[in-house]
Structure formats: C-alpha cells, structure tokens
C-alpha cells in the first residue's frame, strides 16, 4: 500500500530537498571558479615580449570627438571656406575677365561642384558629396547674381528675384531627383526653400498690393501644405511644415489685419476670401492628419481649432462691414455656433469634429467676455447706493446701476449673446461628463440675462427691483428641486445683496424689499436650512437698521430692535436639530449682536442694556446640553453690562466692579472644589481672590484715608484663617500677602518718621546684627522652613 503523508509533511519534504540542492549547487559553482582560476595561473605562453625597464607610460586619453564628428566639422568648414572663396571671387576679381572668360569660369566650377558629388557616391563617400553638392548649390546661387550684375543689369530686382528662385527651384529639384544624385539630402529640401520666393516676389513686381501679397503667402504656404502631406521624405516634411507656419502664418495676420481695417463689403469680401483659403487649407492639413497616424491627433485637433476661427473671422468681418457696430459681437457669436453643424458631419474626421467644437466654445467665450462688464456693472454697481441711501428713487434701471460707473458701448446686444450662448449650452452639450457643468452654465447665463434686460431696456427702477426679485425667486426654485443646487444658490444671494443695495435709492422700496427677501429666505429655509437661514437673518438684521432710521431712532435704540436677530437665531438654532445648520444660524445671530453692540457704543445706559439682553440671549443658548460652552460669554455679557452700567452711573470704586467677578468665581471654584476635591486651590480660588484683592491693594495704597485699608486688611484677615483652617495654599499665601502689604501701607509713615529720627550709622549696624542672627541660626532656620515648605506642601 502506497503511504501518501499528509500536504504539510509533503511540504517540508520538498522544502528541504530544494535546500540541499542549492547548497549543492553553490559548492560546485565555487569549485568551478577556482579551477579556471588556477588553470589560468598555471597557463604560460611560450613567448613573451621583453617587458620594459622604464616607468610604465599612462594610459592614453579618451578622445573628445569621434571621428564621424571631426569629419562632419571639417566638410561643413572646408565647404563654407570654398563658397566664401567663391563669392570673393565674383565680386573682386569678376571685373578682370572677360565675357567669355567669366561664363568659362562660371560653368566649369558650378559643373565641377554639381558633378563631383557623384563619383563621391559610388565611392561610399556620402558626406563629402553632401558637402561638395552645397557647394555647388551656393554657386548656382553666385551665378545667378553675377549674371544679374554682368548681363542684365537694368531688369528689376523683384521679377529677376523671382524668376532666378524659380529657376533655381527647378534646376535643384531635377538635380536631386536624377538617379546618381537620389541619395542626396540637401538639393530637393534647399529646392523647397527656393520655391518660397517666387510667388510674393511676382506679387511685388506686378504691385499687387496687400490684397496680392497676402495671397501670394497663402498659395505658398498651401503649396508647403501640400508637399508635407504628400511627401515621404523626413526631410522634406521639416522643411515643408516649417515654410506652411511660417508663411501661413504672417498670411493669416495680414488677412486679419485687411478684415479689421476695411472701409467697406467690397475690402471686408477680399479679406474674407482670403482668411477662407487659410482656413482651407488649415482644414484640409487637419482632415489628412486625422484620418492618418494617430500621432497627429493633437496637430489635427489644433488645425481644425485654427480652421474654424478663421470662418468666423472671415464671415464675421463680413457681417461688421453690413450690420451696425451693435451686433458685431452677435454676428461673431452665431458664425460661431453655426461650427456645431460640424459635428453632425460623419465624413469628417473626430478630431477634426472636436477641433471645430472647440473654437465654437473659443468663439463663445470671447463673446461672454465682451458681455462681462454689463453684467459686472448690473451686479455691481448698487453698490454705490450704500452712501446714497434714500436720496430719492432713480428714473430708470440704467441710471439706478450706473450711479458711479459709466455703462459700457453697445451694451444693447448683451442679452442676445448671452441668451444664446445660454441656449447652446442647455441644448447642444450632450456628454455625460459635461452635462452637468454646461447645466451650470446654462442657469448663469440665463440669470444674467434677467438681470441686466431692465438696464439695457431702460425700464423703470421699479421695474428693474421686480426683475430682481423674480431673478432671486427663481435662482431659489431652482436651488430647492434642480440638481445645481449650488449655482442656483450662489446665484440667488448674489442677486439678493445685489437688490438689497439697489432698493437703498428710496425709503419704501428699502423696507419692502428686505421684507420681501425675508420672507423668501425663510420660505426656502424648509430644504436649504444652512444657507438661506442665515441669509434672512442677515436680511433682517437689514431690515431692523432701516426700520430704526425709517423710524427717527437713534442708533442707540436701534440696537434694541436688532436684538430681534439674535434671539431668532437663537430659537432657529434650537429648532434646527442639524449641526451643519445650526453653527452658520449661531454665528449670524452672534455677528447681529455686534452689530447691535457697535450701535450703542455711545450711549452707555442702553450698552449696559444690549450687553445683558445678549448675556441673556447667550444664557438661553447654554441651556442646551451641546452649548454648554457658551455659558463663560452668557457670563462676560453680564458682567460688560454691570460694569458699563456702574461706568454710566460714574461710580469709580474698584470693589464695585470687582466683586460681581469675584462672588461667582468664588462660588463656581467651591462647586468644583467640592465635586472634585484634587482640584487646587490656586485653580479653585485663586481667581475670584486675586480678581478683588489686587485692585483693592492697588487702591488702598494710593488712598489716604483710613476706612479702605482697614476694610481691606480685615478682609485679607477673614481669607488667610480660612486658608489656615481649611488648608488651603492659594488663599492662605494670597490673604497673608495682602495683609502683610496692607500693614506695610499702614505704618509707612512711622517707619518714616523712626528712620529719620535715628542716626546714620543705626540701619547699617540693625542690618549687620540682623545678618548675624540669621547666620548663627542658620541650620535651624532651614529645618524650620523646611517644615513650613512641607506645610504649606500639604495643604491644596
């Protein structure tokens, strides 16, 4: 019977038999090495070379350049110093010969340059040919000027340019492509360059105009567009994509630039047809990127952007030149919407598609931001009724916002755009991702449009506080059952602070607005507790200032009425139950009583009320388990008020302001004392005691009567036997030291007099007798306080 141990002794087998194979395996690898080792020690050619005598020489340096590089460096030398040599010659010694001598020379060393690369290629030698074909493509060049200089001289340069790069475009590009020279690099990419010339040149010499050379960039840089679409070769691509930027876009600013200046449709068409061939060939270097390497995605995706802003630029200019200045923006604003057709374009590639999109959003945000400043004036400038309250209602929306501010040109079309961009959003964004943003942004704009109709209606002020407060209504209705609860609501306290500046123009509205936003707040309050109820508080707090002032009150006892908001927050809070809504309901109920305390800053009598009206409102608060912190202010709101109150009847004597801190100190420390009896006695009492005796002490020495003092020391007297009896540190040291203070104040005078009654040498020799005593009962001293040091060590 076959014995099959269980999985975990199987394990340990196997374990231990793997361990010694490694082992195994380590001490024959070991061996190994020292075999070869050895082998290779024992191992003796038969013979060796003589080994020199002398120092053994160092080892040689690590060259700094390869030998590719140095042979780079001097082709490209040896080939630059052969064209400045060549040039020299044209323009020194061409005058010494001859017609037929110069065409000689000419031919024979441009025929020599241009031939000599082949033999160099057979032989393997590819840079040197490069090197000795840029040379030859240099003197074309030279060729070309000299026989500028020497035969034609009278012809202008422009056409003669021109032609010659034309030329010279062809001769390289045919030199390059016949089959000896085909693995040359340079001639088809310096043939590419030539053929960027001819065109603005032949523009120039038929005086084309702006108009024609802005053309003539375009053609090349389609031209270029073309080449790198098309071409395989790197090199060429390089250089191609390098010419169609380059003259595409100095093309591009000078038809945008023909769009802007022009005096009329006929100039605005020209400009416009010439921003539509950019943008074609944007979108056709977009559309071949797009269907192609995945690679060019993000180029193709910059080319479309490119393609459709410059439609919008080309018809947009159009339209500026026939419509009004008003409805520039507006027009701009529905070419650029109009590129969302794009997208439903299945033949055009996706990134092509985004590309569009993106500058449609391009288009509409450039359009928003030329409607920002209206909407900034509308929100903002209400503001400025702050100083001006109640001076009398404005006669119209416009005038009511443009108090400070000057209102901005064609603000007219602001609704418009923003309406229709507002539109876009809400109904042309599908995606998952940003659906909900463009909700968002959907419920801005449509709020922004409400609120600046009435200024660019120039409807009635009241007409303006109506569209206000429908604005602030529906942000809220929003904000209550819509997903953007947040924009909605961000929306509406905007709105809200906003109207409430806008109604300080006149007394009536000021009070009916602030009702009326107190009403909504509070409405709303049932699903957006911690927003919108400490904005009806902030409302009334509102409201009670301006009930005070409508009322004659002076802002003494207006503060009285603002206490109102405190004690609502209060009962809010401790209805609420949410901690996230009670904190923001408390601090505006705490911000309110501020309020309420800086208003009667200058009359003391009704302070001292406001200040106990909010240790009473604070005292409510600390009746709930989860305040009961708020009792310490409840009872610094008494005590401000006692004190302000003893301020307003004048009375200056220390205890009278004192006492009320000491008593429920005292009472407090005995509470704790007795509940936890290892609380100290400095902790307990120290406090309350020190809070009466030291002013006291204070007032006592500065006092020449008798009755304070000794009213003090009896008091010290009464605190240090009940620290004695009772075993207490802190009143004990505390009375004792006042006491002692006290009775120094007492006998001050005496002690005067005696001193000046005794002689000179009296208080030193005391001193010295006193110094002696101290010294001769040194160690009995130091038992003796030692054992006070236990005593009072032991007591709390």
């Not at 075999?35 to 003796?44: E, G, P, S």
């Amino acid at each position: 019977m076959t014995h099959i141990p269980p999985p975990a002794e199987e394990l340990r087998l196997l374990d231990a038999e793997l361990w010694q194979l490694d082992a195994r395996r380590a001490q024959l690898l070991v061996r190994r090495a020292w075999l070869v080792a050895a082998l290779q020690q024992n191992w003796q050619p038969k013979w060796q070379p003589p080994q020199p005598t002398g120092p053994t020489p160092a080892a040689s340096p690590r060259p700094e350049a390869s030998a590719p590089s140095v042979q780079n460096v001097l082709l490209v030398l040896g080939g630059v110093l052969l064209t400045v040599a060549a040039m020299v010659f044209t323009l020194v010694s061409w005058g010494h010969l001859g017609i037929a001598g110069r065409a000689l020379v000419l031919g024979a060393v441009t025929l020599a340059a241009l031939s000599a690369p082949l033999p160099l290629l057979k032989r393997g030698l590819r840079s040197t040919a490069e090197s000795v074909a840029g040379l030859g493509l240099a003197l074309t060049v030279l060729d070309a000027v000299a026989l500028h200089g020497a035969v034609f001289p009278d012809t202008p340069g422009a056409p003669y340019t021109a032609v010659v790069s034309a030329l010279l475009a062809g001769l390289w590009s045919a030199y390059g492509l016949l089959p000896p020279a085909s693995a040359l690099r340079l001639p088809r990419p310096a043939a590419l360059v030539a053929a960027q010339i001819p065109l603005f040149f032949w523009a120039i010499a038929a005086d084309a105009g702006s108009y024609g050379l802005t053309a003539a960039l375009l053609v090349t840089a389609g031209f270029d567009t073309l080449v790198a679409l098309r071409t395989a070769s790197r090199s060429l691509r390089v250089v191609a994509a390098i010419g169609a930027y380059g003259a595409g876009g100095l093309g591009v600013l000078a038809a945008g630039w023909l769009s802007w200046a022009a005096s009329g449709p006929s100039a605005a068409a020209r400009a416009a047809a010439l921003l539509l061939l950019a943008s074609g060939i944007a979108l056709a270097a977009a559309w071949q990127g797009g269907r192609t390497a995945a690679r060019g995605n993000g180029q193709a995706l910059g080319l479309g952007l490119i393609s459709g802003l410059l439609v919008v630029v080309a018809l947009g200019g159009t339209a500026r030149s026939l419509l009004p200045e008003l409805w520039t923006a507006p027009a701009h604003l529905a070419f650029g919407i109009a590129l969302l057709a794009a997208l439903r374009l299945d033949r055009l590639p996706e990134t092509v598609r985004r590309g569009l999109a993106w500058a449609s959003g391009a288009v509409q945000a450039l359009a928003l931001l030329w409607a920002l400043p209206v909407v900034g004036v509308v929100v903002l400038g209400p503001l400025a009724w702050a100083s001006r309250s109640w001076t009398g209602a404005p006669s119209d929306a416009r005038t009511a916002v443009t108090v400070d501010v000057a209102w901005p040109p064609h603000a007219e079309a602001v609704p418009v755009v923003l309406a229709a961009v507002a539109a876009v959003l809400a109904l042309a964004v599908r995606d998952t991702a940003w659906r909900p943003r463009a909700t968002a942004g959907a419920l801005g704009l449509a709020w922004a449009t409400a609120l600046t109709l009435p200024a660019v209606l120039e409807l009635s002020y009241f007409a303006g506080l109506l569209m206000q407060s429908a604005a602030t209504a529906g942000a809220l209705t929003a904000a209550m059952f819509l997903r953007q609860h947040v924009t909605a609501l961000v929306l509406a306290l905007v709105t809200s602070a906003s109207l409430a500046f806008l109604a300080l123009a006149s007394q009536t509205a000021t009070l009916v607005v602030l009702s009326g936003l107190i009403a909504l707040f509070t409405a709303a309050s049932w699903r957006l507790a911690r927003f919108t109820a400490p904005a009806a508080l902030v409302h009334g707090a509102a409201l009670a200032v301006a009930t005070g002032a409508a009322a004659n009150w002076s802002p003494p006892h207006t503060a009285l009425l603002v206490l109102v908001v405190p004690a609502a927050a209060a009962l809010l809070a401790w209805r609420l139950g949410d901690p996230r809504a009670t904190v923001p309901v408390e601090a505006t109920g705490a911000a309110a009583g501020l309020l309420a305390v800086a208003l009667a800053a200058t009359d003391l009598p009704l302070l001292a009320t406001v200040l106990a009206l909010c240790g009473v409102i604070t005292a409510g608060t600390a009746i709930r388990t989860d305040r009961r912190a708020v009792g310490y202010a409840a009872a610094a709101l008494f005590l401000a008020a006692t004190w302000v109150r003893l301020a307003a009847w004048a009375v200056d004597t220390p205890e009278a302001y004192t006492l009320p801190v000491t008593i429920p100190a005292l009472l407090v420390g005995a509470l704790r004392h007795r509940r936890d009896p290892r609380t100290s006695s400095w902790t307990a009492y120290a406090p309350g005691l020190a809070a009466t005796l030291v002013p006291s002490l204070f007032a006592a020495w500065a006092d020449p009567h008798w009755t304070r003092p000794l009213l003090l020391g009896l008091a010290a007297l009464v605190v240090t036997l009940a620290g004695a009896r009772h075993h207490l540190q802190a009143p004990l040291l505390l009375g004792g030291a006042v006491l002692l203070l006290d009775a120094l104040h007492e006998l001050a005078p005496y002690l005067v007099q005696v001193t000046d009654a005794l002689p000179r040498w009296v208080p030193p020799a005391l001193a010295g007798l006193l110094l002696l005593a101290l010294g001769a009962t040194y160690e009995q001293r130091l038992r003796d306080a030692r054992r006070v040091r236990s005593i009072l060590t032991k007591m709390h």
